[in-house]
């Protein structure tokens, strides 16, 4: 099946240039980008490390598209305060950082984001059957987190369907995102799993023609060419 509301694609510029990003933010929205997601990496609960608050504020300042946080951070109750006022308009933590996501939940909810939950690929879609109900989204990771570029691991579509049918059992309305491993081959299998949104970034920035990308993969989803 299809994402209920329509495929949208999230672009992620991890996988950008690091000295251009204004230049990435432009890339983003000439392919057509629905949103703008910024990894948040502290080296700690992932290996690598990639952006702050201050960056999530001045990209939210320097684009018309939405902006997403997704933390993948150790203790990341500890950046609601931090990033007050940052322009996102959706944060995703990581159930695996944290000993008290329901209450991580309300806490992004009442400073005014729709709260989102990731789970990393060795976490079962049955983990965050609780949390379903009062979450936005679910962000189920498709390759380990922190690094770009990595190949997609096959039993995510399994999980994606999983997920699918633990949404429709407890009556959520969440939408669910793939990132990490994304690309044309495999985009219109991960959408007929159950996904909404696509995450890309090595992908797309990566392409012969950046700007046309985003409408390729769509293309392939819609069925209007092969991949």
């Known amino acids: 099946m299809a994402g209920r509301n329509g495929l949208q694609i999230a ?3 991890l996988g950008g240039d690091y000295l251009n990003f204004g230049e990435s933010i432009r890339i983003c929205e000439r392919a057509g980008a629905d949103m703008i997601q910024i990894d948040v990496c502290d080296g700690i609960f992932v290996p690598t490390i990639s952006f702050g608050e201050e960056l ?7 684009t018309r598209l939405p902006v997403e946080a997704h933390l993948m951070v150790s203790r990341p109750e500890d950046w609601v ?3 007050a006022d ?8 990581h ?15 009442q400073a005014g984001w729709k709260p989102g939950i990731a789970i990393n690929p060795e976490t079962p879609a049955s983990a965050i059957e609780p949390l379903l109900p009062y979450v936005d989204n679910v962000c189920i990771l498709g390759i380990a987190p922190g690094f770009s570029g990595r190949t997609l691991l096959d039993y995510t579509y399994l999980k994606i369907e999983d997920t699918r049918s633990l949404i429709e059992r407890t009556g959520s309305s969440a939408t669910i ?3 990490g491993g994304v690309k044309a081959a495999n985009a219109r299998q991960l959408v007929d799993a159950g996904a909404d949104i696509l995450v890309i970034s090595s992908w797309m920035f990566r392409h012969p023609e950046p700007a046309a990308s985003l409408g390729e993969i769509r293309r392939i989803v819609a069925g209007e060419m092969n991949p």
């Open 95 to 109: 159930v695996e950082a944290t000993r008290r996501a329901m209450g991580l939940v309300e806490d992004i909810e």
């Open 11 to 13: 672009t992620s510029i």
């Open 86 to 93: 940052c322009g996102a308009f959706r944060v995703i933590f």
């Open 177 to 179: 995102t793939v990132d």
């Open 81 to 83: 305060r931090r990033l």
């Open 56 to 62: 999530i504020r001045r990209v939210s300042r320097a």
